[in-house]
């Protein structure tokens, strides 16, 4: 069974094998369901003729107890025989039908004073087939009388044979007529699994909505085409993100590429009166544009990869960390305010020093007079870090946007001065990765130039020992 499972029944096609599973279970159902039956049946037609055959050993015996055993016994209908035998084995009353010579059980199967019931040979009772004999004491204790009923089991016997072979005849109608319903169910059941197959081949990657028939069942396929719909969905819009992300950065490095090309040929048309030392500041220009551009992009390429937020390095304290960012730039256009005490959080100190040079970068390109970092805390559960300018800050509209990857709101200006987008994409993973947030907001509400805030809110950690 095993085998045939294993071999022919995978190369089956899955509304056959739903029908052969069906067709099993049901002969398997069918097989205990009849045994049961007919099981059923013979106890119920046995405990009729038992209750029949006690019923009329029950009558002579009240005749015997009165000693009013008349010859011959009387017996309603053909089907019983009745004997009255004494303690040694001697019939004293019989039916008319009876043998008066030879009890119906011999003394080795009779158990004086206990009621029996017993299948014998029907030749003991002159009766065809096997016959049902029932054992009732009768008599008084000074002459004890055992009376046998025998009742012809032929009835039952056919009776149940009967109900076997009407089985045996309409299961093989009744499981094709099955089969044929259950075929044309699957075939309902499974047509919307093929539509989804059909439509699921049809989809190539194309540009354009891509989804799959969903049927109008609420049922489990109807779910299933949902879901499957929904995953499309995502992985279309994240097809699209690529190919937003392989253009922009495409177009971001194509530009300094062409700078260089051009200035390189220029400086060759004019021969000995190229300004080498002038060439070669520039190209030193779009070449750290450059490397830094690519850093940007392996940066996030690595940030994507990481669908886990990794294990914290350890403790770092902010107060150090903004100290050693503002000593990078010079003291007047970045001014720092110091914290009042060491204030600590878990991280990278690598990636939230990252964090904190792009948002001062483009708070510089933005300013007006300078930019003001400070640190502060507790907000709860969080220790505050804020960039601050007095340049033209973000309208309200445009301040989730411009952490997008590529995204400028100067596109007018110069690329080289502009950036390539990504600083503010960078500030957003890394702190996201840091289990932060950070958020842009007005410096000066209502002021014709209101400046920019980012705020930056990282977990608090306690005061590590030893420190």
């Not at 500041?281 to 779009?286: I, K, P, S, V």
Request: glycine share 10%; proline share 7%.
């Amino acid at each position: 069974m095993s085998r045939w499972v294993r071999g022919p029944l995978p190369r089956l096609g899955l509304r056959a094998r739903l029908l052969a599973l069906g067709v099993l279970g049901l002969v398997a159902g069918f097989a205990f369901g009849s045994a049961l039956l007919l099981g059923a049946l013979g106890w119920t037609l046995q405990r009729s003729v038992d209750e029949e055959a006690l019923r009329t050993a029950d009558a002579v015996a009240r005749l015997a107890a009165e000693d009013a055993l008349p010859d011959p016994l009387p017996v309603a209908g053909g089907q019983l025989r009745v004997q009255v035998v004494d303690a040694q084995g001697r019939i004293r009353a019989a039916s008319i039908d009876a043998d008066r010579l030879v009890p119906m059980l011999g003394p080795d199967e009779l158990r004086p004073g206990q009621r029996q019931r017993l299948v014998v040979d029907g030749r003991r009772a002159g009766m065809p087939g096997p016959v049902r004999v029932v054992t009732v004491p009768a008599g008084t204790a000074q002459e004890p009388r055992t009376v046998l009923v025998a009742k012809s089991l032929t009835d039952v016997r056919h009776s149940l044979h009967v109900v076997r072979n009407l089985l045996l005849v309409g299961f093989p109608v009744l499981v094709a007529g099955l089969g044929v319903v259950a075929w044309r169910v699957v075939g309902a059941t499974l047509r919307p699994v093929e539509q989804l197959r059909s439509g699921a081949a049809e989809i190539t990657g194309r540009a354009g909505a891509e989804r799959l028939p969903v049927p109008a069942g609420q049922d489990e396929i109807h779910r299933l085409a949902v879901t499957l719909n929904d995953m499309l969905d995502r992985l279309a819009a994240s097809r699209d993100r690529q190919r937003a992300f392989v253009a922009d950065a495409a177009h971001e490095l194509r530009s300094p590429l062409t700078n260089m090309r051009t200035e390189l040929e220029v400086a060759r048309r004019l021969g000995d009166d190229t300004d080498w030392p002038a060439v070669a500041d520039d190209l030193l220009a779009d070449t750290e544009r450059l490397s830094r551009l690519v850093d940007d992009l392996l940066l996030l390429a690595r940030l994507d990869e990481q669908d886990v937020r990794p294990s914290p390095v350890g403790p770092v304290e902010l107060g150090e960390l903004l100290r050693t960012v503002a000593a990078r730039y010079p003291s007047p256009p970045v001014r720092l305010t110091p914290s009042d005490g060491p204030l600590w959080v878990e991280g990278d100190a690598g990636e939230l020093r990252r964090v904190l040079v792009n948002l001062v970068d483009n708070a510089l390109r933005h300013a007006y007079s300078g930019v003001e970092l400070a640190v502060g805390g507790p907000d709860g559960a969080y220790h505050l870090i804020t960039v601050t300018d007095d340049g033209p800050g973000i309208p309200a509209a445009d301040r989730e946007r411009v952490f997008a990857r590529f995204t400028r709101l100067d596109d007018a200006r110069a690329r080289d001065v502009g950036g390539a987008g990504l600083g503010l994409a960078i500030v957003r993973e890394l702190v996201r990765r840091a289990g932060g947030t950070v958020e842009l907001g007005d410096a000066t509400p209502g002021a014709a130039a209101p400046g920019l805030r980012a705020t930056v809110r990282l977990p608090a950690l306690a005061e590590p020992d030893g420190e």
